[in-house]
């Protein structure tokens, strides 16, 4: 989720905590030439990204730095070593990703554990006037390059990369919905848990068929890729993902329900969970069913229990929307783009519930 820059949480990193990041960053062999900045980029709602600057280097040489926001964390929200170590594996495959640099799970240095990478170069297309700025051509190749990497990464081997403990193979679907049930005894508004526990119930009854196990980013969509363009045939212009962040959610489990979960984000709440009407809600692009089609197109797997993935997905954009608003109520996050967020839950509950 993208944050609004100025909450509470992004502080200015003090010159004593860069100093600490550098030392970090130089121990883990990466050439510094002088003392680092950081500078709040756009990133993701639960995790603080920062844009680190080499004051010294000529080559304008920059790494990002993501780490949990200071107040108002909920469990397992904000993995940032989780975001590494998948990343790390994703290095030697197909699937773009940033080249990792250093992960600090003590909390001597910040107060908090953080992960380090390499800047990639690439344009983020986030709100509705990000996606303004394409013809209808280049969103074509975007739509055909976001799905075809999410059928990459599905067809990565976990095991051969390293990750075969990085989650439990089997029983996904019953553990998300038993994960995200919990999150919503956190943060979850009463006035709607009669919804919430209906839904989650419901879902908790579902025998979802899991017939295919692969790493699942939990998150997928346009506004958490960075995007090259590139001149393509008959002088248009094409797009490829240079790389794919926010991994804070990802395990290892059915593929079925990242693709339900990309379709999920389609729901016009999306615009109140992020704060802005996005991109990704956008009529210009495809409804869910031509997105699952042109996955199915790219080489993914086959969409197992469909309606019951979405319905999930719906459950947990509801909670994550809740977790916005728990930590907004909680004086913990505040600025443009928060205050709205509680209002998406009750439709994403309504949708799922529906679906199911």
Same mark, same amino acid.
């Given at each position: ?140 190749? @975007? @739509? ?24 439990? +193979? ?20 009463? +006035? ?44 248009? @212009? ?38 802005? +009407? ?7 692009? +495809? ?70």
């Amino acid at each position: 989720m993208s944050p609004a820059v100025g909450s509470a949480d992004a502080s200015a990193l003090s010159t004593e905590e860069l100093a600490a990041v550098a030392d970090r960053m130089a121990r883990a062999g990466a050439d510094l030439a002088g003392p680092l900045s950081a500078r709040l980029i756009a990133g993701g709602r639960s995790n603080l990204t920062y844009r680190l600057q080499d004051l010294a280097a000529e080559d304008g040489r920059a790494w990002v730095l993501r780490m949990p926001p200071r107040r108002g964390r909920t469990p397992s929200a904000h993995d940032v070593a989780r975001e590494f170590r998948v990343t790390s594996a994703l290095a030697s495959t197909v699937v773009p990703v940033p080249p990792a640099v250093v992960l600090c799970e003590e909390e001597t240095a910040l107060g908090l554990p953080f992960a380090v990478t390499e800047f990639v170069d690439g344009r983020t297309i986030q709100s509705r006037r990000d996606l303004e700025s394409l013809e209808d051509g280049t969103l074509d190749t @975007v @739509v055909g390059a976001l799905c075809g990497t999410l059928a990459a990464l599905h067809s990565v081997d976990h095991v051969a990369v390293g990750l075969e403990r990085f989650g439990r +193979p089997d029983g996904y679907a019953a553990r998300q919905v038993r994960r995200w049930s919990g999150q919503w005894e956190i943060v979850g508004d009463p +006035p709607l848990t009669p919804l919430a526990t209906e839904l989650g119930q419901k879902l908790a009854a579902t025998t979802f068929r899991q017939q295919s196990t692969g790493i699942v980013h939990g998150d997928y969509r346009i506004d958490n890729t960075l995007l090259a363009f590139d001149d393509g045939a008959g002088g248009g @212009v094409a797009a490829r993902v240079a790389a794919v962040v926010d991994w804070e959610l990802s395990t290892i489990g059915d593929p079925v329900a990242d693709v339900a979960m990309m379709c999920v984000y389609r729901h016009s709440a999306l615009d109140l969970v992020l704060g802005e +009407p996005s991109a990704w809600t956008s009529d210009r692009l +495809p409804d869910a069913d031509a997105l699952a089609a042109a996955y199915g197109s790219a080489g993914g797997v086959e969409l197992v229990d469909w309606d019951a993935h979405l319905a999930l997905g719906y459950f947990k954009l509801a909670v994550i929307a809740a977790g916005i608003d728990h930590r907004y109520r909680a004086g913990a996050t505040h600025g443009e783009g928060f205050d709205s967020a509680g209002q998406a839950v009750e439709p994403l509950l309504r949708a799922g519930l529906q679906r199911i």
